[in-house]
């Protein structure tokens, strides 16, 4: 079992920056594909950047790439540095995680990922 907590959002204006935080009860860095998803309202979840430990491990959604970069330290924490905010970056943001298999490659689809945090809200206004 691991437990994710996110911290770091809020509210800022349009072209402003944002750093979220995300902190595993357990070490993951060897072990979990570590990614940042996120939830309008009415709108379904979807995934903004995840991270491995191959090394090119990182992978972006199109809508951030250039402004948001992923990054994990060598035990238990994740960050998303956001830059260049939009108001279409407006969500809830979740930190999410799931067992690597013997690749060290993480799985894209969504519903491989068992472990989630509460989320942290992020807000930008025009």
């Known amino acids: 079992q691991v437990q994710l907590v996110e911290s770091g959002g809020g509210s800022v204006q349009a072209g402003g920056s944002l750093r979220l935080s995300c902190v595993a009860s357990r070490s993951t860095y060897r072990n979990y594909c570590m990614g940042w998803f996120r939830q309008a309202p009415g709108k379904e979840r979807e995934g903004v950047a995840r991270?491995?430990?191959?090394?090119?491990?990182t992978y972006y959604a199109d809508s951030v790439k250039g402004r948001f970069t992923i990054s994990r330290d060598n035990t238990n924490t994740l960050s998303l540095q956001m830059n260049s905010l939009k108001p279409e970056d407006t969500a809830m943001y979740y930190c999410?995680?799931?067992?690597?298999?013997?690749?060290?490659?993480?799985?894209?689809?969504?519903?491989?990922?068992?472990?989630w945090g509460q989320g942290t809200q992020v807000t930008v206004s025009s």
């Open positions: 999410a995680a799931h067992p690597l298999s013997s690749s060290g490659r993480c799985q894209s689809e969504i519903e491989y990922f068992g472990y």
């Open positions: 991270i491995d430990t191959g090394p090119d491990g």
